[in-house]
């Protein structure tokens, strides 16, 4: 039987999501407490590979069992046994081929920036002083649905057969006194947020114009694109599914 995990975890203590040869990963840890829970090892697949101290408000992962579950119960053993950042919120049994990975329609993010310190959020968002335009942040946030193709967004040397991606959202918004950047699309390219949200605030900066964004794109060089912003400050926030895949 196949089961989706819908989990949540703070990431700052962890090297991404995908189990690491020298360093410890989500994926890791959720594996050790399914082990215990079966009595057996036990692998999962995500719906994405988060990099080192990136969050997930929501990500799912699939794995596969002999036990029929039950769910309360077995929330509550896991919940037990995974460390104080890392929550199982839910899970669910799903058709035999259902895929956390690839039967994902689509993925959101957000970035968030302050704009004056503040010690609780140090290690959840990005501190920046300076003054932005943000109306100029998000016509070149518009942009970006205009194109499918961001290699110039993606970390090199990224072993994908294609740097096409379709963004359905792009917009900055302020929400409780803080910045935030929301982004959804089918898929993502490693290290993309990060250098979109960088190249946003070149221009936020007034370092360069808003037209700017169309050269970028088009010359599909990461050189070319803004400096990756933090970590810390990025969540991955929503995965949705069609039904026919988890049911």
């Known amino acids: 039987?196949?089961?989706?995990?819908?989990?949540?975890?703070?990431?700052?203590?962890?090297?991404?999501?995908?189990?690491?040869?020298?360093?410890?990963?989500?994926?890791?840890?959720?594996?050790?407490?399914?082990?215990?829970?079966?009595?057996?090892?036990?692998?999962?697949?995500?719906a994405g590979r988060t990099d080192a101290g990136v969050h997930a408000k929501?990500?799912?992962?699939?794995?596969?069992?002999?036990?029929?579950?039950?769910?309360?119960?077995?929330q509550f053993k896991m919940n037990s046994l995974l460390p104080a950042d890392i929550a199982l919120k839910d899970v669910f049994k799903v058709k035999a081929d259902a895929h956390a990975r690839f039967d994902a329609l689509s993925?959101?993010?957000e970035y968030h920036i302050v704009q004056q310190k503040d010690p609780f959020l140090e290690d959840r968002s990005y501190f920046l002083k300076n003054k932005l335009d943000v109306e100029k942040m998000n016509q070149a946030a518009e942009i970006l649905k205009d194109y499918t193709n961001f290699k110039c967004f993606s970390k090199s040397k990224t072993d994908v057969k294609t740097y096409n991606c379709k963004i359905s959202e792009?917009?900055?918004?302020?929400?409780?006194?803080?910045?935030?950047?929301?982004?959804?699309?089918?898929?993502?390219?490693?290290?993309?947020?990060r250098a979109i949200v960088g190249t946003l605030?070149?221009?936020?900066?007034?370092?360069?114009?808003?037209?700017n964004m169309h050269e970028i794109i088009k010359s599909k060089d990461r050189s070319k694109a803004g400096t990756?912003?933090?970590a810390k400050a990025l969540y991955l926030t929503n995965v949705t599914y069609p039904e026919i895949a988890i049911k």
Do not use: C
Request: aromatic share 14%; charged share 20%.
């Open 107 to 109: 993925r959101s993010y």
């Open 58 to 74: 929501q990500i799912f992962a699939h794995f596969d069992t002999d036990n029929e579950l039950e769910r309360e119960a077995f």
């Open 228 to 230: 990756s912003v933090p």
């Open 1 to 46: 039987m196949r089961y989706f995990l819908e989990l949540a975890y703070f990431g700052k203590a962890y090297h991404g999501w995908q189990n690491q040869p020298n360093a410890i990963s989500v994926q890791e840890e959720i594996e050790r407490a399914l082990s215990v829970v079966f009595q057996q090892k036990t692998a999962i697949v995500g």
């Open 201 to 211: 605030l070149e221009i936020g900066f007034g370092k360069q114009p808003v037209e």
């Open 170 to 193: 792009s917009v900055w918004k302020t929400e409780n006194g803080v910045l935030v950047f929301h982004i959804s699309a089918d898929r993502f390219l490693r290290n993309m947020v």
